[in-house]
Nanobody, 121 residues
Framework: QVQLVESGGGLVQAGGSLSLSCAAS????????MAWYRQAPGKQREVVAN???????NYADSVKGRFTISRDNAKNAVYLQINSLTPEDTGVYYC???????????????WGQGTQVTVSN
């Protein structure tokens, strides 16, 4: 019913930048919150940033000042600009959306398949 597709990951040197994108498609009536998570090797998945439909934003303390989340409601898309990358930013980055389907039903959460970000020294 709903697909989230991420793009933009890759291998980058420390200090570099990346831009991630995620587009949601399918039987979507409204998306409330869109978020980016990451999962480093051997660690639990953690939220790095989220943004609601009105543009309110939250960041994890570890990424404040380096990550910028934004969204395009018309495109059902969310973006993550990552600057000043460090090896600790290495991991799989997932986007997630809390949304209502066009069919009846309550709020549901959907996930993308993830995109790998690798930061080398």
């Amino acid at each position: 019913q709903v697909q989230l597709v991420e793009s933009g990951g890759g291998l980058v040197q420390a200090g570099g930048s990346l831009s991630l994108s995620c587009a949601a498609s399918g039987s979507i009536r409204k998306i409330n919150v869109m978020a980016w998570y990451r999962q480093a090797p051997g660690k639990q998945r953690e939220v790095v940033a989220n943004i609601d439909s009105g543009g309110a934003i939250n960041y994890a303390d570890s990424v404040k000042g380096r990550f910028t989340i934004s969204r395009d409601n018309a495109k059902n898309a969310v973006y993550l600009q990552i600057n000043s990358l460090t090896p600790e930013d290495t991991g799989v980055y997932y986007c997630a959306a809390n949304l209502f389907l066009t069919s009846a039903g309550g709020l549901r959460q959907y996930w993308g398949q993830g995109t790998q970000v690798t930061v080398s020294n």
